[in-house]
């Protein structure tokens, strides 16, 4: 059974930074998995931020996003660098996890997802 355990999430005054760490249990990350950060704002859908290959050779980026967010992995964690963080960009944000990855860009843009993690929520405020 794969888990995936969220961790990181904090109050952060706007343009503070943040790093998220999802710790990937059950599976080890090889390219036959995916993994990926998203996020749900109160009131809107849950978009996507980056899907990565489990071997962290192929990542797909929400273009708005990819100037200030960062995936990276190490061993089996997976972290979300966070840089000049604004107050919409507050929001409960998830790891996730394709098993028999088809690709990260439909991974991230077709929502293609076999596990949800239970979310960490970030709050931007001053």
């Known amino acids: 059974q794969l888990q995936l355990v969220e961790s990181g999430g904090d109050l952060v005054p706007p343009g503070g930074s943040l790093r998220l760490s999802c710790a990937v249990d059950g599976i080890t990350l090889n390219n036959d998995v995916g993994i990926g950060w998203f996020r749900q704002a109160p009131g809107k859908d849950r978009e996507y931020i980056s899907c990565?290959?489990?071997?962290?050779?192929t990542i797909y980026n929400q273009r708005s996003l990819k100037d200030r967010f960062t995936i990276s992995k190490d061993k089996n964690t997976v972290f979300l660098q966070m840089n000049n963080l604004k107050p919409e960009d507050t929001a409960v944000y998830y790891c996730?996890?394709?098993?028999?990855?088809?690709?990260?860009?439909?991974?991230?843009?077709?929502?293609?997802?076999?596990?949800w993690g239970q979310g960490t929520q970030v709050t931007v405020s001053s």
């Open positions: 996730a996890a394709r098993l028999s990855l088809r690709s990260v860009q439909t991974m991230c843009v077709n929502r293609d997802i076999n596990y």
């Open positions: 990565m290959s489990g071997s962290g050779t």
